[in-house]
C-alpha cells in the first residue's frame, strides 16, 4: 500500500493563480481531510469528506474548494492564489472514528 | 466549536529524563483524542490515542491520561531518547469525523 500521497510537494503560484493539490489513498477509507500547517498555530481543517460525494467545511475554508467523485481521491483546489494562503497543506484519510494517516504534504508559496 | 489548548510549545529534557506534554480541550462532547508526532518534512504520525471511556493508555515508554471532568489529557515518555526529539501534536474529536488540534510541542532530547 502506498498509503496518502500527495502532489506536488512544492508549488510556487502567483498572487491571483489557481491551482488543484491532488490527494489519493489506497486504504479504502470513508473519510478525507485536508489540513494547512502554519508556525505556531498547529493544523487546521480546510474541508472533510465522509465519502463519495460528500463534502463540508472545517474551520478555514474560505479561499477553498473540494470535491470528492471517487472513495479514492480528494482534491483540494485554489481558485485565486493569496498570500495568505502560503502553508504547508496535509491531507489525511481514515475509517470515520479511527487513526488517521497523514501524506507527505505540499508545501505552496504564494508570491 | 472545540479549542484545544497544548502546553508547552517548547520542551528541552536530557536524554533518559521524562517528558510531559499537556492539553486542554473545551467541548465536553469530544470523545477521540489522538497524539501525533511530526518529524522534520513529514506528516504527522499518529503515537498512541485514547478514547473518552478508558482514563489512561500505555504504549511500552508512552502514556496517556485523560481527565473529563477537567477537559484535559496529557502525554507522557519515559526513558526519553534523541529520537524523541520532533513536534507532538494533540488533538480532540466527536466521533472522528472533525479533528483540532492543539499548537503543538518541540521536544528536543539532549544525548
Known amino acids: 500500500n502506498a498509503g496518502v500521497t500527495q502532489t506536488p510537494k512544492f508549488q510556487v503560484l502567483k498572487t491571483g493563480q489557481s491551482m488543484t493539490l491532488q490527494c489519493a489513498q489506497d486504504?479504502?477509507?470513508?473519510?478525507m481531510s485536508w489540513y494547512r500547517q502554519d508556525p505556531g498555530m498547529g493544523l487546521r481543517l480546510i474541508h472533510y469528506?465522509?465519502?463519495?460525494?460528500?463534502?463540508d467545511q472545517g474551520e478555514v475554508p474560505n479561499g477553498y474548494n473540494v470535491s470528492r467523485s471517487t472513495t479514492e481521491d480528494f482534491p483540494l483546489r485554489l481558485l485565486s492564489a493569496a498570500p495568505s494562503q502560503t502553508s504547508v497543506y496535509f491531507c489525511?484519510?481514515?475509517?470515520?472514528?479511527?487513526?488517521?494517516?497523514f501524506g507527505p504534504g505540499t508545501r505552496l508559496t504564494v508570491l | 466549536g472545540e479549542n484545544v489548548e497544548q502546553h508547552p510549545s517548547t520542551l528541552s529534557v536530557q536524554e533518559g529524563d521524562s517528558a510531559v506534554i499537556k492539553c486542554t480541550y473545551s467541548?465536553?462532547?469530544?470523545?477521540?483524542f489522538p497524539w501525533y508526532k511530526q518529524e522534520l518534512g513529514k506528516g504527522p504520525q499518529l503515537i498512541i490515542d485514547?478514547?473518552?471511556?478508558?482514563g489512561e493508555k500505555k504504549d511500552q515508554r508512552i502514556a496517556v491520561t485523560l481527565n473529563k471532568t477537567a477537559k484535559h489529557f496529557s502525554l507522557h515518555i519515559t526513558e526519553t531518547q534523541p529520537e524523541d526529539s520532533a513536534v507532538y501534536f494533540c488533538?480532540?474529536?466527536?466521533?472522528?469525523?472533525?479533528?483540532?488540534f492543539g499548537t503543538g510541542t518541540s521536544l528536543t532530547v539532549i544525548p
Open positions: 485514547i478514547r473518552s471511556n478508558v
Open positions: 469528506s465522509v465519502g463519495a460525494g460528500i463534502t
Open positions: 488533538a480532540a474529536s466527536i466521533s472522528g469525523n472533525q479533528f483540532y
Open positions: 486504504m479504502n477509507h470513508e473519510y
Open positions: 489525511a484519510s481514515s475509517y470515520p472514528g479511527n487513526e488517521q494517516f
Open positions: 467541548d465536553s462532547a469530544s470523545n477521540y
